[in-house]
């Protein structure tokens, strides 16, 4: 037996404006959320809270019924891979976030700036939006120029034939540890989840002690239910959740409308999960 979030409310506490790698405006994606019912949205764009400010106007100014939870999704290093830790419910005038996003964000920069020039010392000439020009610079705008600039036929073959790890324009960075964002996202007050776990392609050995690593250094939850998943992994995540002690955080990862991933759409906790937001 299963509900959605509570009898009363509709969370989603994992999506992205056009501060990242999203297509909406925080305006649009806070109308969006309230179209498909969801009560509490946490805005959650790659290492920036640029746009909460703008998505916390809007719902003021249009009086909409949804609460709007500051939110972050850090990029992490953890024993080579990439993790990503969303934070929540935290003061974002806090020092301690402040810090960690302008550093994170200047290594985004610098790794943009090197895939940019990857791509023209391979020949491939595009002209993709500057560093400094975008909020947040990231693959997603590296993968559209190459699109637009007619180098590749879709979104996912830039990817796969320039972007991905193991590929030709391709740069490892190192950011921070899960220890590090953990750190400052308590600082600031909120709480610290892993992001979309089956996702860094781990085999339960490596996902469980990932998790068990994270939870050392603070992590308070995990993401058991996301939009998509294949059958069966949202109750191996909630039993990893249980077994290890973490709060269970629901979330889309929306990042632009498609049939099968939108704000607020499939996301149950099965009932032996501790909700995320019960925490704070």
């Known amino acids: 037996m299963q509900h959605v979030s509570s009898p009363t409310f509709h969370y989603d ?51 909409l019924p949804l609460e709007l939870i500051t939110g972050t999704e850090i990029t992490c290093t953890w024993e080579q891979f990439e993790i990503h830790v ?21 290594r985004r920069r610098h790794r943009y700036q090197q895939m940019v020039a990857k791509l023209h010392a391979a020949g491939v000439m595009i002209d ?3 560093a400094q020009a975008v909020t947040m610079p990231t693959r997603k705008h590296l993968a559209d120029a190459l699109v637009s600039e007619g180098w590749v036929s879709s979104f ?54 990932l998790l068990c690593e994270a939870k050392v250094v603070g992590v308070t939850g ?13 109750a191996a995540l909630a039993t990893f959740a249980k077994e290890i002690g973490l709060a269970a955080s629901v979330g889309s990862d929306f990042h632009y409308p498609m049939r099968w991933r939108d704000l607020g759409k499939n996301l149950c906790l099965p009932d032996h999960c501790v909700p995320i937001w019960t925490v704070w």
């Open 156 to 209: 996912e073959k830039a990817f796969q034939r320039y972007l991905r790890k193991g590929q030709q324009a391709y740069v490892p960075t190192q950011w921070v540890t899960i220890a590090e964002a953990a750190e400052a996202i308590i600082a600031a007050g909120g709480v610290a989840v892993i992001a979309h776990p089956h996702a860094y392609q781990l085999s339960n050995k490596w996902l469980r002690r």
């Open 13 to 63: 506490l994992h999506c992205h404006s056009h501060y990242s790698d999203g297509v909406l405006s925080p305006a649009e994606l806070v109308e969006r959320a309230c179209i498909n019912g969801v009560t509490h949205l946490a805005l959650t764009d790659h290492d920036s809270i640029a746009g909460v400010a703008e998505a916390q106007q809007y719902i003021a100014q249009h009086q």
């Open 128 to 130: 993709p939006p500057l």
């Open 86 to 106: 969303v934070g929540l419910n935290f003061d974002s005038q806090a020092a301690s976030i402040q810090k960690l996003l302008m550093q994170q964000q200047e």
């Open 222 to 234: 995990v993401e058991v239910a996301i939009s998509v998943q294949p059958p069966g992994e949202r």
